[in-house]
């Protein structure tokens, strides 16, 4: 078994964790410059009390960011704690100082309102509240005489809160896709195996039927043996073989890993009476188109059966796997084709059904060849080479 | 004369073994025990010694490879003949490799069971051309997967080539004439393909046992 990628339940879970880590160092670089700045402060005391409101904040913000509870209270409650603690640089320090310095005491530590924005509603979002705490920060260091831009804030915490927007929506779409394809996949396989089972189930009752009424209703236990027939044939897609039934080129579509195909599971789907299968144990996988054609051209051959071998006629289908390669072969126990038909129907131009199975194989660069004895059968040995880079 | 063929039948379906059991005794076989699960097909094996025993893939208690393995370890002489739905596959593969000697579909007509039953109690392999391609398909597996010790068994080009036959439908005696050998011969190279794997299977559970310690 191959290893599955399996959705996350949280697929955001790891953005949130690595903002935490950039939550506690921003903090730690708010500390130290509070530690060097903080005697030309005009209110040391109050400036670190500020500090100690924002220490005690991460805490909570951190636990409850990582966990995920209330996540969209938490980081409304931050944008506006964010705001005030920039703003409050009017009131801890003389204004020489803070016009010309990072906003205190946050500093770099405003920039996490701005990141959890971008991960929780989007790059919208996060752009928008990126510019508004950049205006702050300008605001509070009077430079909105200055064009903004001018300052790096702006644009650094406008990207920032877009960025991890993006970023967030792409991974949530990505698990989105990701868990609708798991869920599919389990769909089509439950799907499958209760028709496997509907299927054996019901054979084997009508089996029972015409076992046990053969001795009192022979007519019941035709019935029932009949019905089994047409069963399979009605599963298989395939009509039961009879001279003038038309065969449904159709394949039964079990695309399992993207784009391959099963090639024995979609031959056993065709076993009946008349059509015996013979497949190695586990999947035989083509790439889809590889495989539509191989099992075309085998219900081709099938039909040819039908029409040609006579009512008695069995197919024996046989599927090989020779890794380079996928070989099947279609052989019946008919009275074989007469010597000089085949040349008189080419040259009548009836080699119409030849033909398309050689076509079919020749498109996706495999072989097909006929042999026929005289009272011995015919033989299809159809041929398809696999994809480049083996899709096993 | 010589005594009637005897049989056990193993089947969780009370109705299934009874139209089972009918077809046989008609047919002349003697249904000495029937049961509904690996541990009463064990000990009811072990009582009657069956010739024959008619294995259900599907049990309540187990597998049909379990009670394989559980028959024959109670009664070695026994033969193991596998019945079971055509979706089951590679289950099958695993009852052949556990030691069953052929497998036939559910829905094979009374004539082909009984045939069947008669061919596995004269000691024949009841190798269908699905149970070709399976052990063909096994066989080639197993030389494309990494070395193992002891290295894993191979076909001769000329038993691979018979099983393609047996897999494409070709009768025993078609087989022979195409190849321009006797129909025992075929019969024996189709033998020595299970009995190799059968064997193979052997050891790697023997293996398996001493490695877990579960020989003691």
């Known amino acids: ?392 | 004369m010589t005594d009637p063929t005897t049989v056990m039948v193993v089947d969780d379906h009370p109705m299934w073994r009874d139209a089972v059991s009918r077809d046989l005794e008609a047919a002349g076989f003697a249904v000495v025990a029937t049961a509904d699960g690996v541990t009463t097909a064990a000990t009811r094996a072990a009582a009657t010694r069956p010739d024959v025993v008619l294995m259900d893939m599907q049990l309540p208690d187990g597998t049909g490879t379990d009670a394989t393995l559980r028959v024959l370890a109670a009664s070695p002489d026994t033969r193991v003949l596998v019945l079971s739905a055509s979706s089951e596959r590679d289950d099958v593969l695993e009852a052949v490799k556990a030691g069953a000697s052929g497998y036939l579909v559910k829905t094979a007509s009374a004539a082909e069971l009984t045939a069947a039953v008669r061919s596995t109690a004269d000691g024949q392999a009841v190798f269908t051309p699905g149970l070709a391609g399976l052990v063909l398909g096994e066989y080639r597996r197993m030389s494309t997967a990494p070395p193992s010790t002891p290295p894993a068994p191979v076909l001769t080009p000329r038993e691979a080539e018979v099983l393609r036959l047996v897999a494409k439908g070709l009768a025993a005696k078609q087989i022979a004439t195409r190849l321009g050998v006797s129909h025992r011969t075929v019969e024996s190279h189709v033998q020595a393909t299970l009995r190799k794997l059968q064997l193979a299977n052997r050891v790697e559970l023997t293996r398996y046992a001493i490695e877990t310690g579960l020989d003691e």
Request: aromatic share 6%.
């Open chain 1, 1 to 392: 078994m191959t290893a599955q990628p399996t959705p996350e339940e949280d697929p955001l879970r790891p953005l949130w964790r690595a903002a935490q880590v950039f939550r506690v160092a921003s903090f730690g670089y708010a500390v130290a410059v509070e530690i060097t700045s903080a005697r030309d402060y005009a209110h040391p005391y109050l400036s670190w009390a500020l500090v100690a409101v924002e220490a005690a904040w991460t805490g909570v913000a951190v636990v409850a960011l990582t966990l995920g509870w209330h996540r969209r209270a938490v980081v409304a409650v931050e944008l506006a704690l964010a705001l005030l603690l920039v703003l409050s640089s009017w009131v801890v320090s003389p204004r020489a100082f803070w016009v010309t310095h990072e906003s205190l005491p946050t500093t770099l530590w405003c920039a996490n309102v701005v990141v959890s924005f971008g991960l929780l509603w989007g790059p919208l979002a996060g752009a928008v509240v990126g510019l508004v705490v950049a205006l702050a920060v300008n605001l509070v260091s009077s430079q909105l005489t200055d064009p903004p831009w001018r300052d790096a804030s702006v644009p650094v915490l406008v990207t920032i809160g877009f960025v991890l927007g993006v970023l967030a929506r792409t991974a949530t779409r990505a698990n989105d896709q990701l868990r609708a394809a798991v869920e599919q996949r389990a769909a089509t396989e439950e799907r499958e195996r209760l028709a496997r089972q509907v299927h054996d189930g019901a054979l084997q009752v009508l089996a029972l039927v015409a076992r046990r009424q053969g001795a009192v209703d022979a007519e019941l236990a035709a019935m029932a043996d009949e019905q089994q027939r047409a069963l399979r044939g009605y599963l298989s897609q395939l009509p039961a073989p009879s001279p003038d039934a038309p065969v449904r080129a159709a394949t039964t579509h079990r695309a399992t890993l993207a784009g391959t195909l099963d090639v024995a599971a979609a031959l056993t789907d065709l076993e009946s009476s008349a059509i015996r299968v013979s497949v190695p144990p586990g999947p035989v996988r083509l790439d889809s188109h590889r495989a539509e054609e191989l099992v075309a051209a085998v219900h081709a051959a099938l039909h040819n059966v039908a029409v040609h071998a006579g009512p008695e006629a069995v197919a024996y289908l046989l599927v090989e796997d020779l890794d380079e390669e996928v070989v099947v072969s279609v052989r019946d126990d008919g009275p074989g084709i007469p010597q000089g038909r085949l040349e008189r129907a080419a040259r009548e131009g009836r080699l119409g059904v030849r033909q398309s199975i050689r076509g079919r194989l020749a498109a996706v660069g495999g072989t097909a060849e006929l042999t026929t004895t005289d009272g011995e059968g015919t033989e299809w040995e159809l041929r398809v080479p696999r994809a480049r880079g083996g899709a096993r």
